[in-house]
């Protein structure tokens, strides 16, 4: 790779990673579509963004984690969208583990997700399974979404 490219792609990644943290795939991919370059080209750069510290896959998901649970998503679904953005299995359980802070955050978590859309306990089965669904959807376990409804029905 010339050292002309090279410079281009190493600034275009680091304009990148100032607006937000990137994970190393999205990275990877970015770069790929502007420059039309094989890994053997882009491998370089991304080694050296991570050892000057400019990009990091646990920072990445950290900050994704956080930005989700704001977001009033579950574990399942932040697990899986961290997967989908390349982020290893490990790195994004410890994230997860890191900002949930243990089974009382997520309690709240999904109580104020629930409250947020619903407000009101369920009339019926009908509204009850539909309460369930969406709450399955953002990512709360069956076993989640249980306790909610025992604690909130009393």
């Known amino acids: 790779m010339d050292t002309t490219l090279k410079k281009d792609v190493y600034n275009k990644a680091i304009e990148l990673l ?20 094989d890994q053997s080209c882009l491998e370089p750069v991304l080694e050296r ?3 000057q510290g400019y990009q990091s896959d646990e920072r990445f998901a950290i900050a ?3 930005n989700r649970l ?5 574990k399942r679904r932040v697990l899986q969208e961290l997967m989908y953005k390349g982020i290893t299995t490990d790195i994004a359980e410890q994230s ?8 009382l955050a997520s309690v709240n978590i999904i109580e104020q997700t629930w409250r947020k859309k619903f407000k009101a306990l369920p009339q019926d089965q009908k509204e009850k399974a539909k309460q369930y669904r969406f709450l399955q959807y953002r990512g709360f376990s069956i076993d989640e979404i249980s306790q ?4 909130i029905e009393g």
Request: hydrophobic residues 35%; aromatic residues 10%; contains cysteine.
């Open 18 to 37: 100032s607006m937000r943290e990137h994970s190393q795939a999205q990275l990877r991919e970015k770069l790929q579509q502007k420059f039309n370059c």
């Open 49 to 51: 963004l991570v050892d």
């Open 64 to 66: 994704f984690t956080r």
């Open 70 to 74: 704001a977001k009033g998503l579950g």
């Open 96 to 103: 997860f583990n890191a900002e949930a802070q243990g089974e």
């Open 148 to 151: 909610l409804f025992k604690r």
